[in-house]
Nanobody, 122 residues
Framework: VQLQASGGGLVQAGGSLRLSCAAS????????MGWFRQAPGKEREFVAA????????YYTDSVKGRFTISGNNANDTMYLQMNSLKPEDTAVYYC????????????????WGQGTQVTVSS
């Protein structure tokens, strides 16, 4: 499975960005897709995930009410709408795909895309 993320950029605090992630290859065994982010000097952390079969969505507490994850299983595309962005949201954002496991855990993800930089200025 190959993942291609796009949509990052520079935005002022309070602004919005939409990230996209397109999956290709052997996607039939993908159970969930998610977004992680990594700020300089910090560990990569879970942001949000969506499960294809159940259609459930999951968020880390710091983005609840501001970020919305969505996706289309038919064309294996996932989105992350980010509103009310804060400087602390600045990070490289990675999309990932999992064949199973707990969607909030990094170790559950088998495939990773390249990161896309999100920078929020104050």
């Amino acid at each position: 499975v190959q993942l291609q993320a796009s949509g990052g950029g520079l935005v002022q605090a309070g602004g919005s960005l939409r990230l996209s992630c397109a999956a290709s290859g052997r996607t039939f065994n993908v159970f969930a897709m998610g977004w992680f982010r990594q700020a300089p000097g910090k560990e990569r952390e879970f942001v949000a995930a969506i499960t294809w079969v159940i259609g459930g969505t999951y968020y880390t507490d710091s983005v609840k009410g501001r970020f919305t994850i969505s996706g289309n299983n038919a064309n294996d595309t996932m989105y992350l709408q980010m509103n009310s962005l804060k400087p602390e949201d600045t990070a490289v954002y990675y999309c990932a795909a999992a064949r199973g496991g707990f969607v909030s855990q990094r170790r559950s993800y088998n495939y990773w895309g390249q990161g896309t930089q999100v920078t929020v200025s104050s």
